[in-house]
T-cell receptor, first 121, second 119 residues
């Protein structure tokens, strides 16, 4: 089944303890991205990757790191988590960024993971 | 720079009546615009997208949106609401690929509009 898989789905951790949220897709997608969702703020893009070894900052990159060493994986790293990083995180992928911006019709060109709820105490 | 403002945080309609969800955008370049829907405890699903073809865009489940450059708006409408339309809706802006570089990978979401449909 074509999907984006995030792990862990739920995590409670403490301030300063490094953690990694993994994201893996099995669709050979070039484009991957991370978002955080907070009440009243919608989704905010943290980082995106156009392809292997190509990453760019989104709107809220502070406190996060990413890497794209292979096409299928795009982990989100919190080196020193703080309580303001408590949030619901989504990973998403697309065949290419150009694909989801193409004029052709079709749904679900960005495929989202199920979300990872992170609590930092 | 780009930004999106969804003008209503909550919209409540009766089943069978029209739906209007409002979105204004700001973009330094020609934009690409999207509407996504998120049902409770689910991931996001694309409803429709505008990428400089027709200004009136039709999406899934009877939704459509009109791009109005003069008003910098991309409002989402549906003639008749169904109970199953109850969800949170997000307007999203990106830079058009013709702007060059890789900035079209950057997506900016609005704050979301929660749509409630009453029987």
């Amino acid at each position: 089944e074509a999907q984006v898989t995030q792990n862990p789905r739920y995590l409670i951790t403490v301030t300063g303890k490094k953690l990694t949220v993994t994201c893996s897709q099995n669709m050979n997608h070039e484009y991957m991205s991370w978002y955080r969702q907070d009440p009243g703020l919608g989704l905010r893009q943290i980082y995106y990757s156009m392809n292997v070894e190509v990453t760019d900052k989104g709107d809220v990159p502070e406190g996060y790191k990413v890497s794209r060493k292979e096409k299928r994986n795009f982990p989100l790293i919190l080196e020193s988590p703080s309580p303001n990083q408590t949030s619901l995180y989504f990973c998403a992928s697309s065949l290419s960024a150009g694909n989801f911006l193409s004029s052709s019709s079709g749904a679900n060109v960005l495929t989202f993971g199920a979300g990872s709820r992170l609590t930092v105490l | 720079a780009q930004s999106v403002t969804q003008l209503d945080s909550h919209v409540s309609v009766s089943e069978g009546t029209p739906v209007l969800l409002r979105c204004n955008y700001s973009s330094s370049y020609s934009p690409s615009l999207f509407w996504y829907v998120q049902h409770p405890n689910k991931g996001l699903q694309l409803l429709l997208k505008y990428t400089s073809a027709a200004t009136l865009v039709k999406g899934i489940n009877g939704f459509e949106a009109e791009f109005k450059k003069s008003e910098t708006s991309f409002h989402l409408t549906k003639p008749s609401a169904h109970m199953s339309d109850a969800a949170e809706y997000f307007c999203v802006v990106s830079v058009h690929p013709n702007a060059g570089g890789t900035s079209y990978g950057k997506l900016t979401f609005g704050q979301g509009t929660i749509l409630t449909v009453h029987p």
